[in-house]
């Protein structure tokens, strides 16, 4: 039986989507199912597409619409019609728009040149950015278009899947996307806290983009009130990111115990020696530092946004966003309850062991991929 053909498409990604894009390729390429990624170029020499087995294709799509995306759409439509997928995958509604662009105009080559009909097109929903005023009328924009042209949506969480169906999704469901599994920590707790300055205080771990979504001046603001307790906890946070000057302007000007860590490479390290995780983002779907908090039993404080609640359901202490006087009691709670933190990392292990993995994940696109195939799924207009 004739493999199907899968070329996934991506604007440009320094975290989890690209991940996710990589973990698909390996799954594709172990099954013996060909695949390219179309991306820009930075993305293959981040992530490695290629020395992973797929054909990558050059399409630069930007983090936002531009007129730069004409010469997206005319590259990916030149992708398309080399490659000729069964299904084309986008990946975040940036890569959507220049995905049904380009599928629309490879169907006008393909009557024109006598061409087998245009592949199907799924899309994942990863997130949805947090925007205001004209941005926000934008933003929907693109949803809009997202929704409506694919003929498969996928929402990384319940919330997704209810917003697309909401924009005009005529097909959606949950598609789950996994964390990586960490490599065991190479270090001892002792001496990362000791490097961090938390010998003898309580360490408290943020991971993340420095990024508005984030919400960090509501978790500096908490840190304003748990450098009451004695002895006061460290934070630190790993991740870089456009806000990175500000926060750090924040921290020097509240005289706050914060270290901004930047990009880590360590995170298992990290999440060893901390005694808690702290998430005060004001919208998330499926977080990977909450996946990765719970799967190595540290306790997680977090915010009930997005798909964050079904996520870690009563696996953590979940505090409202925007907060930070309940953000800052429930670490305190943590960090003062050792019966309470036992718990959490209890139930964050059981929790953890429930979700699909990485090969779970691959496994449910391939089947989805063959039925599209072999004409199973809706009928592709």
Do not use: C
């Given at each position: ?9 991506l ?12 973990s ?12 390219a990624?179309?991306?820009p170029e930075q ?26 995306d ?13 490659w000729?997928?069964?299904v ?17 105009a ?6 024109t ?8 097109l799924?899309v ?7 925007v205001a005023?004209a ?7 693109l949803?809009t278009?997202a929704a409506?042209g694919?003929?498969?949506?996928l ?28 490599p ?5 707790p002792?001496e990362?806290r000791?490097?961090?300055g ?12 420095l ?22 906890p460290?934070l630190v946070?790993a ?10 302007a924040q921290?020097?000007?509240d005289?706050?115990?914060v270290?901004l ?11 060893g020696?901390a ?9 998330e779907?499926r977080?990977l530092?909450?996946?990765e908090?719970?799967r190595?039993g540290?306790p ?5 946004v ?8 009563d ?5 409202p966003?925007?907060?930070?006087a ?9 960090l003062t ?6 718990e ?21 696109l391939?089947?989805l991929?063959?039925e599209?195939?072999d ?5 592709i207009?």
């Amino acid at each position: 039986m004739t493999a199907p053909r899968v070329l996934l498409v991506l604007a440009g990604s320094t975290g989890g989507i690209g991940r996710h894009v990589l973990s698909v390729v390996e799954g594709l390429v172990a099954a013996g199912i060909p695949v390219a990624v179309a991306g820009p170029e930075q993305g293959d020499l981040d992530f490695g597409f290629s020395r992973a087995g797929a054909v990558f294709h050059v399409v630069e799509i930007g983090g936002a619409p531009s007129p730069r995306d004409v010469a997206a759409v005319r590259a990916l439509t030149g992708a398309i019609t080399s490659w000729r997928p069964t299904v084309v995958h986008a990946h975040g509604l940036r890569a959507a728009g220049v995905a049904i662009a380009a599928r629309a105009a490879t169907r006008a080559r393909g009557r024109t040149a006598g061409a087998r009909p245009r592949p199907g097109l799924v899309v994942t929903w990863h997130n949805v950015p947090v925007v205001a005023g004209a941005r926000r009328a934008l933003q929907h924009g693109l949803e809009t278009v997202a929704a409506r042209g694919a003929d498969l949506t996928l929402g990384a969480s319940e919330d997704l899947v209810a917003r697309a169906r909401r924009f005009g999704a005529r097909h959606a469901r949950l598609g789950p996307v996994a964390a990586p599994p960490l490599p065991p920590p190479a270090r001892e707790p002792a001496e990362v806290r000791a490097e961090l300055g938390a010998t003898d205080r309580p360490l408290l771990l943020a991971v993340g983009r420095l990024a508005p979504q984030k919400d960090y001046p509501t978790m500096l603001a908490a840190a304003r009130r748990w450098a009451e307790e004695d002895p006061a906890p460290v934070l630190v946070i790993a991740g870089d990111g456009p806000l990175a000057d500000d926060l750090a302007a924040q921290i020097a000007r509240d005289r706050l115990d914060v270290r901004l860590l930047g990009a880590r490479s360590d995170v298992a390290d990290l999440l060893g020696a901390a005694d808690a995780v702290v998430l005060s983002s004001t919208w998330e779907a499926r977080a990977l530092v909450a996946q990765e908090a719970l799967r190595a039993g540290v306790p997680l404080v977090a915010t009930a946004v997005g798909g964050v609640p079904g996520l870690v359901g009563d696996a953590a202490l979940l505090v409202p966003p925007g907060d930070p006087a309940a953000l800052a009691g429930a670490v305190r709670r943590v960090l003062t309850e050792p019966g309470l933190a036992a718990e959490l990392a209890a139930a964050g292990r059981r929790r953890s062991a429930a979700w699909p993995d990485e090969t779970a994940v691959q496994s449910e696109l391939i089947t989805l991929y063959r039925e599209w195939r072999d004409g199973a799924l809706p009928p592709i207009p």
